[in-house]
């Protein structure tokens, strides 16, 4: 087992449709804060969403690509099947509640001996939420009558299903430094460090499964974060020794990332800790006007001009 460098996830990407719907669903339903408001770095006139806990802490954040003319994706093999978020011990049933009062499914269950309830987004991206000991993760945002005594704090676990578990285990083990645990049937927990919250992976055996490209309501890529750029260039190191392709250094302006495939075709990211969310708004005003990368600012008139606005309320 390769020594612990990643010290959990950082962020999940999923594809989406409406820009419009994304935001609701996540702002006004699950009651995140609205941390970003920018655009593809590599297809500027598609949004980037980003939202987080009251500060972006990584672990916390969900990102989307909305695109209005995007195809809905179907669910299979070589995918990250389900995101689960943590909340506060003692809370189930306020989101149960919840999530009825705005009419999103949800369902009940006992899974590798904890409490979770599953439920989809406005595309058909597949969540859950679990209770977690999450007194010291992260910073809650009270948003939409949410108390901090319920908020979703950070990601607790992503679902991996790909063709092959055994050959993607060896790999998280002897390169990413996970640790392997319990099985259940086809599916394996892997850990990093302590196990806690946004420190696990679940993999699913998954060979007879179809593989589907990706569309609105799946999983682009999962991102793990390393605490700064020294830690990622040593990640960058494994990789090679492990003859993994990884891309160069990417500045992404609030993290600095490599990208690469792991064995069963699931995109990884190591993204560094900083420099953070506040690096060109104010922290107070996260997301309230739409940011560009520099590369495309020229164009600012051409995209805004594109987007669909985003309804304020």
Known sequence: MADPIITGVHHVTAL?????????FYRRVLGLRFVKRTVNHDDPLTYHLYYADAVGTPGSVLTHFPHPYAALGKHGTSEIRRTLLA????????WMDRLKKHNVETTADSHLARERLTFADSDGME???????????GTPWEGEGIDTGRAIRTVD????RVPKAETTGTFLVDVLGFEAGECHGDRQLFTLLDGGP???????????SPQHPMGAGTVHHIAWRV???????????RLAMANTAATPVID???????????????IFEIATDGPG????????????????PPQHEPRRAEIEAHLLPLDER
């Open 127 to 137: 969540l859950g939420i679990v209770e977690s000991d999450v007194d010291n993760v």
């Open 198 to 208: 946004g420190r696990r992976l679940e993999l699913i055996d998954g060979p007879d």
């Open 87 to 94: 909340v506060p011990e003692g809370a189930m049933g306020y």
């Open 227 to 237: 605490p700064d750029d020294t830690a990622q260039l040593e990640i960058a190191d």
């Open 16 to 24: 989406a449709k409406s820009p419009r719907e994304n935001l609701d």
């Open 252 to 266: 992404r302006m609030y993290f600095h990332s490599i990208y690469f495939r792991v064995p069963g075709r699931v």
């Open 157 to 160: 676990t992503v679902t991996l």
């Open 277 to 292: 969310f506040g690096v060109d708004e104010p922290m107070d005003k996260l997301a309230a006007h739409l940011v560009l």
